[in-house]
Each structure stands twice: as C-alpha cells, then as structure tokens.
C-alpha cells in the first residue's frame, strides 16, 4: 500500500512532465515503488502458498509482470507515452483500497506472536471448510525454530557455509541483469525499427506474447521439471 503511493506520483510526473526533470524525478519514485513491491510480492506470495504449490504459485509474479509489459506495448500502439503513463496509475489506484481486503501473512502474524489472527487469516487462505490444523502445527514449528536461531550479521556472510548459497543467489541475479535483457525489453520497439522491420510496435507486442507464453509454461513446468534444469535451458538460450 505504501509502495503504490511513490509509483502513483511517478507515473504522473512522467505523464505531466515539463522538462528531463520530472521525467527523473518520476523514474525515482517508479525505481523506489517497485523496488518494495518486487521484495515484498515474492516473499508475501511464498508465505501464503501451500508446501505443494509454493512454485508454481510463486511463478504468478513474474508472469503477472510479463503480462504487464505486453499490455504496455500494445497500448503504446494506440495511445501516446504520456497517455500511457497515466493508464500506469490504474493498477496502483486498485491496489490501495484492494489490499484492505487481503489477509496479513500467517507465518508473519506467527512471527509476531499473533495466534489468533495467525490461525483466521490461514482459515480465510485455505477457506472455511478446510481442515488447517496440520498446516498451523507445521508453521508454528517453523515459526519456533527460526526464532531460536540467533541473527546473522553482515560479516557472517563470509563463513564457509554461507558463501556457497550466497555467491549461487547474487550471481544469479547479478548474471540474468548483465545479460542486457532490461535494455532490449525497454527498447524493444526502437530496436526492431533500427532492425528494419516495418512494423516494430507490432514485433514488440509479439516478444511480449512469447515472454507471457513462455512465463505461463514455466508456471505449469516448475514444480515437475524443478529448479536448476530450467535455469540451465534458459541461461543457455540468452
């Protein structure tokens, strides 16, 4: 809720904009907003998802944003980019009052010692009729066992048993952004026109539909296939 705030007011800098100055300005406060959302949906989702389908349930963010950037390149053929901009506060206006009507996390709630709200907003999660007796044991557990563990501290990172998980996840992340993908997708249309296609928003709108395409087959393929085959199939298509 208090991200969509930031990403409101960029958007409508970029959309009102004068001079580069609020074209800046409102690209902070986009970085700032979606900074947050992109740290907290993950987490939010992986916490609200059963055991079984943590994955798959867990791959709906990056395909809800590929479907984003598609629908943001087949708009950008009809309307203009301050027009376009404007539109981008829409889903930011629906998440304010939508939020008040999602539960909090029940493993955070167990965190904070909140049993009660912890087991009604699992109940709300799982549904009515739903037996989560089972479920309640096994995060109270969780909840317990992590509390018991003592935190770790930034120069704690370079212990043997750390380094390992640490270099994997950085390089991950630090590898997929090297590889230049942000830069094509944002100027996606200007570099298919470089290209000499004649249609370039068109051929933008179809790169889009792959992603979606290739984000939904993900989905479905997550929790079959697993992990670390798929990131070797893709790392070596880029």
Not at 18 to 44: C, N, Q
Not at 172 to 201: D, E, P, R
């Amino acid at each position: 809720m208090i991200a969509a705030i930031p990403n409101i007011i960029g958007w409508l800098a970029i959309s009102l904009a004068k001079d580069t100055t609020f074209l800046y300005m409102g690209r902070f406060l986009e970085g700032f907003g979606v900074g947050i959302i992109s740290y907290t949906v993950p987490v939010y989702i992986a916490e609200i998802s059963p055991r079984n389908k943590r994955g798959a349930l867990g791959s709906v963010n990056p395909l809800s944003v590929t479907t984003g950037m598609m629908l943001a390149y087949v708009l950008g053929m009809f309307v203009s980019w301050r027009m376009l901009a404007l539109i981008g506060t829409l889903p930011c206006t629906i998440l304010i009052p939508g939020m008040f009507f999602i539960p909090e996390s029940p493993r955070w709630l167990a965190k904070m010692n909140k049993m009660d709200d912890f087991e009604a907003s699992l109940q709300v999660l799982r549904g009515s009729e739903t037996d989560i007796t089972s479920e309640v044991n096994d995060i109270k557990i969780a909840v317990a066992s992590a509390n018991k563990r003592t935190a770790i501290h930034f120069q704690e990172l370079n212990q043997k048993k750390f380094r390992m998980p640490l270099t994997l996840g950085i390089g991950l992340l630090v590898l997929q952004q090297l590889s230049g993908i942000s830069a094509i997708l944002s100027y996606a249309g200007s570099i298919f026109k470089a290209a000499g296609l004649t249609n370039s928003n068109l051929a933008a709108c179809g790169l889009g539909a792959i992603m979606v395409l290739a984000t939904g087959i993900t989905t479905w393929l997550l929790d079959r296939a697993g992990r670390r085959i798929l990131l070797i199939v893709t790392s070596s298509s880029l």
